[in-house]
């Protein structure tokens, strides 16, 4: 499937494959996976790669600091990252996680649904819809390797992925708490949360706007293993062999069974789904609740 999103802000820099990145903007620099055999890391500002070709599968790690919120160009970068380990036949499979310390994602950057005009807010929902597309329906194995908490959005993400391993710290709740905004989570964000955990958790969780700890994670099915904080790449990395050992094409065309149904509802009303979003974030009520929940983000630390 080609990159169907027409963003801006694409620079050629991020196309350029195998190039060595600069460190994060904020935070720690990572060594490199696949280092020790000359293979480099590659990626982008706000995206690491780190390649382990002879294995067959990249981490790859999220470094929008502060709180890896999904801007447009952080979005933009992971599809490409996506992109580019897609179309090597040298990988089967990705651990996606996070490079800023104790967050997942925030989800959504709020900046990007706030104070813009209609043409952004559908650009900005177009890159939404294409990174869920793409990550849901990939045909590498893709497990998440939960670092941090991980909101809305970013746990969107998360369930996109085949599997998901959680670190066990009571802080990193993860769901999907549009409400909590005063927003509502899309048809396809709420049919990815049934697909995991079913139809009554899900409508329960969604509309309480529920942020589960690990224990509850696990229990509801929103994860498939907890373990504890420094050995959550490791378990990633231990569940990966089991995926990796069955035909490749027997799994992915599995997947497409299992998921193109949920997908397709989205592809058959993508251009009304943006509209839809354009009309629901443009309402000055919801403006107004965006703005209200920003402004408690930034007292609560005073
Ligand atoms: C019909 C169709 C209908 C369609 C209807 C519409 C559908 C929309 C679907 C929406 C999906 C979403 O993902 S909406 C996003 C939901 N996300 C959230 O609720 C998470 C909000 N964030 C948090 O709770 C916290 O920040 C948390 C992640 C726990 C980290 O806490 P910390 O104390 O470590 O950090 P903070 O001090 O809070 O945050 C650091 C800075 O990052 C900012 N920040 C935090 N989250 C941010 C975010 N999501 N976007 C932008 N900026 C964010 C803060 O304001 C701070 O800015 P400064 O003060 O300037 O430093």
Known sequence: MALAVGIRGLTRSLLRPWVRVPGPARGRTEPAAGGGDGVRCFGSPRVLVEPDPAAGFAVMKMRNPPVNSLSLEFLTELLISLEKLESDKAFHAIILTS???????AGLDLMEMCGRDPTHYAEYWKAVQELWLRFYLSHLVVISAINGVNAAGGCLLALSCDYRVLADNPKYAMGLNETLLGIIA????????????????AERALQLGLLFPPAEALQVGMVDKVVPEDQVLSAARSE???????????????KSLMRKPTADRLLKERDADIQNFVRFISRDAIQKALRVYLEKLKQKKT
């Open 186 to 201: 899309p048809f396809w964000f709420k049919d990815t949360l049934v697909n995991t955990v079913g139809h009554r958790t």
């Open 240 to 254: 990966l062999a089991q995926w990796l050992a069955i035909p490749g094409h027997a799994r992915q065309l599995t």
């Open 99 to 105: 490079d800023c310390p104790g967050i997942f994602s």
